[in-house]
């Protein structure tokens, strides 16, 4: 079920366009190797044109290229976008003729669908009415935990990682013997569980530079956090 719901999604996000993204392909003669994806996804960040974001990691996996991108100011992910390979399920069951072979999508699932800022259904849509914010009702460690238990009933003998933070879910990296074996999100609100079936068997990483920080930006940090010490100070002389 959660496979046709995230299809749909899809389908309907690709049928918009530009509306909610901004798809990047490669030429059909170009062979599609790890660093042709983390230079696609560098180019799709290029033309969001957004400084405070930048590319975090890409991982390789059977069938598709996955990558992370996170917010400078925040530190927090901010979504996660896929390149499918020639024959996997989106370019060669579902779409046919390699059509969606090479282009830079959003991954469907929690990245679609439990995304409170970049989301479909959150950012996009407005469908959530809270603010996007990392604070969520379930903390990272109980995340880790939820998502452990999950893995002991459907993959028995796999662990859950290293768990990452994004608006409204927290994405588990599973472990098999110490080494990736995929990956699973857990709602940071209801704890439901959405393992990502679609990537098939994990085959490598490529972390990308954390880029530096611009001034303004830092600057504007300190200048919120000092203001902030400063109103809140204020407030308790008057308290008094």
Same mark, same amino acid.
């Given at each position: 079920?959660?496979?046709?719901?995230?299809?749909?999604?899809?389908?309907?996000?690709?049928?918009?366009?530009?509306?909610?993204?901004?798809?990047?392909?490669?030429?059909?003669?170009?062979?599609?190797?790890?660093?042709?994806?983390?230079?696609?996804?560098?180019?799709?960040?290029?033309?969001?044109?957004?400084?405070?974001?930048?590319?975090?990691?890409?991982?390789?996996?059977?069938?598709?290229?996955?990558?992370?991108?996170?917010?400078?100011?925040?530190?927090?992910?901010?979504?996660?976008?896929?390149?499918?390979?020639?024959?996997?399920? +989106?370019?060669?069951?579902?779409?046919?003729? &390699?059509? #969606?072979? @090479?282009?830079?999508?959003?991954? *469907?699932?929690? $990245? =679609?669908? +439990?995304?409170?800022?970049?989301?479909?259904? &959150?950012? #996009?849509? @407005?469908?959530?009415?809270?603010? *996007?914010?990392? $604070? =969520?009702?379930?903390?990272?460690?109980?995340?880790?935990?939820?998502?452990?238990?999950?893995?002991?009933?459907?993959?028995?003998?796999?662990?859950?990682?290293?768990?990452?933070?994004?608006?409204?879910?927290?994405?588990?990296?599973?472990?098999?013997?110490?080494?990736?074996?995929?990956?699973?999100?857990?709602?940071?609100?209801?704890?439901?569980?959405?393992?990502?079936?679609?990537?098939?068997?994990?085959?490598?990483?490529?972390?990308?530079?954390?880029?530096?920080?611009?001034?303004?930006?830092?600057?504007?940090?300190?200048?919120?956090?000092?203001?902030?010490?400063?109103?809140?100070?204020?407030?308790?002389?008057?308290?008094?």
């Amino acid at each position: 079920m959660k496979r046709i719901i995230s299809l749909a999604i899809l389908l309907v996000a690709l049928s918009v366009g530009s509306l909610f993204f901004t798809s990047v392909s490669y030429a059909q003669t170009q062979i599609l190797t790890i660093d042709t994806a983390v230079q696609l996804f560098k180019d799709y960040l290029a033309r969001l044109q957004n400084p405070d974001l930048f590319l975090h990691e890409v991982e390789e996996y059977q069938n598709n290229f996955y990558a992370t991108y996170a917010e400078k100011s925040t530190g927090i992910f901010a979504f996660q976008m896929l390149i499918e390979k020639p024959g996997s399920f +989106w370019t060669g069951g579902m779409m046919g003729n &390699g059509m #969606m072979s @090479g282009v830079v999508m959003p991954e *469907p699932g929690p $990245n =679609m669908m +439990w995304n409170t800022k970049y989301g479909v259904m &959150g950012g #996009m849509m @407005g469908i959530y009415r809270q603010i *996007p914010t990392n $604070n =969520m009702t379930i903390t990272p460690e109980e995340a880790k935990t939820i998502a452990q238990q999950y893995l002991d009933t459907r993959f028995s003998g796999t662990s859950a990682g290293d768990v990452d933070t994004f608006y409204g879910y927290y994405n588990v990296d599973v472990l098999s013997g110490g080494r990736t074996f995929g990956m699973l999100s857990v709602n940071g609100y209801s704890g439901q569980v959405w393992y990502h079936s679609w990537h098939g068997a994990y085959i490598q990483t490529v972390t990308i530079p954390v880029p530096d920080v611009p001034v303004a930006v830092v600057t504007l940090i300190i200048a919120l956090t000092i203001t902030g010490f400063i109103t809140r100070a204020s407030s308790r002389r008057r308290d008094e």
